[in-house]
Nanobody, 122 residues
C-alpha cells in the first residue's frame, strides 16, 4: 500500500500562486495514476486534477487553465502548481493514488494523503 504525504499549503492573497507536493512511499509510485482533490467546509470532496502513470493530465473545469499537475517518478512525488488563485480555491487539498485517471475522476482511490490547507484571501 502506498503512503502519501502532502505539503506546500498555506495562506496567500488572491492572484498569487502555490505549489503543492505529495511524496509517496511504501510502494511503486510509478505504477499509480495520481490525483489532487479538495474539500471546502460544508462541501463534498471534489477532484481537481489527475495524471496518468506517464504525463497525461486532466483537469476539472474549476482548475483548467490555472492549475498544472505533474509528477517526478524519480522522486516519487506529484505536484500541483496553482496560479491565479481565487478565494473559491480555499479548501483542504488531498493527494490520492489510484489505478487509472478514469478511476480517480470517479473518486475510486487506493490511498489518500492527510491533506494540506490552502487559504486564499481576497
Amino acid at each position: 500500500q502506498v503512503q502519501l504525504v502532502e505539503s506546500g499549503g498555506g495562506l496567500v492573497q488572491a492572484g498569487e500562486s502555490l505549489r503543492l507536493s505529495c511524496a509517496a512511499s511504501g510502494s511503486t509510485f510509478s505504477q499509480y495514476a495520481m490525483g489532487w482533490y479538495r474539500q471546502a467546509p460544508g462541501k463534498p470532496r471534489e477532484w481537481v486534477a489527475v495524471i496518468s502513470r506517464g504525463t497525461s493530465g486532466a483537469y476539472a473545469d474549476s482548475a483548467e487553465g490555472r492549475f498544472t499537475i505533474s509528477r517526478d517518478n524519480a522522486k516519487n512525488t506529484v505536484y500541483l502548481q496553482m496560479d491565479s488563485l481565487k478565494p473559491d480555491d480555499t479548501a483542504v487539498y488531498y493527494c490520492a493514488a489510484g489505478r487509472s485517471t478514469v478511476e480517480l475522476v470517479r473518486t475510486r482511490v487506493d490511498a489518500w494523503g492527510q491533506g494540506t490547507q490552502v487559504t486564499v484571501a481576497s
